[in-house]
């Protein structure tokens, strides 16, 4: 067995006036936490320095641009770095990224044991929309803060193991794990701000959200015989509800880890990333299974 020993690190609410420098202490009791309890690998929410910004509207976008960030490490994230290196600890983590060119993505890294960047991710699937929309319960910004990432799904030799990421509305698509799997991929890792109520489906609440949730992620990683990793960014922030339901997912889809409640805290799960095989082998062995020729309407526009 090769075991990867993960802990999946939820945040509670970040609110709009709380600094980098706060949720990084906060990030960084949470990594204590999993050292303690012998994890190699750590992963955080999407866009877990800042509040969920995507839901403020401003007309002009450069007033989002504090909320990004044009570099990384920087000196407010430096402290997590030099903890987790401390710790000899990888970690994942979400935020907005500005780079020097002027675009901005909702990204993710990963950053092995050593302290080194090896992998990036820039969010694909961007959910809601570009302008005001006076209909809706709250806003969904993120088509008009971020450009659709450009980075592809690709997956990383390290730690052991074959890893690779995604983010939030990612994990819906079956496409999402499907591209990582045909890489062979044993680790998803991903994390996630999702409003616990539909602002366009009255009726649409926590419960369901937390099924269609747990349905995309035990899909991906039954399809694709691979671990999952889904972390939330949970509660309250300034008045809108994020769902929690941070868990970890085996590789027959079944979840093995869920944490209770919207506050900070860690799950940690040994995952042994030789059980991969057995469906990579055999149901879902896609060398011999596969049949592309009749898959091309997926591609077609
Ligand atoms: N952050 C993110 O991608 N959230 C979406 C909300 C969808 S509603 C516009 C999600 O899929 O969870």
Sequence with gaps: ??????????????????????????????MEEAKAKRADFIVYPE??????????????????????????????????????????????????????EGQHFNSSILVDKTGAIVGKYRKIHLPG?????????????????????DLGFPVWRTMGGLIGMCICNDRRWPETYRVMGLQGVEMVV??????????????????????????????????NSCWVVAVAKAGDEDGNHLMGGTLVVNPDGEIVAELEGEADGIIVVPCDLDATRFGKETIFDFARHRRIEHYGAITAQ
């Design 1 to 30: 067995s090769r075991i990867l020993t993960v802990a999946a690190a939820q945040l509670g609410p970040i609110q709009k006036a709380e600094t980098r420098a706060e949720v990084v202490a906060r990030m960084i009791a949470l």
């Design 190 to 223: 991903l994390g996630f701000n999702t409003p616990s109520v539909n602002g366009h489906r009255s009726g649409e609440g926590l419960a369901q959200r937390l099924f269609h949730h747990r349905l995309s992620v035990q899909a991906g990683a039954y399809q």
């Design 47 to 100: 866009l877990a320095l800042t509040t969920f910004f995507p839901r403020w509207y401003h007309e002009d976008r450069a007033e989002a641009d504090p909320w990004f960030e044009a570099a990384m490490p920087n000196p407010q994230v430096q402290p997590l770095f030099d903890k987790a290196l401390e710790c000899g600890m990888g970690m994942s983590f979400g935020y907005a990224e500005l780079t020097p």
């Design 129 to 149: 929309h570009v302008d005001y929309d006076e209909t809706r319960a709250h806003q969904h910004l993120e088509k008009r803060y971020f450009e659709p990432g």
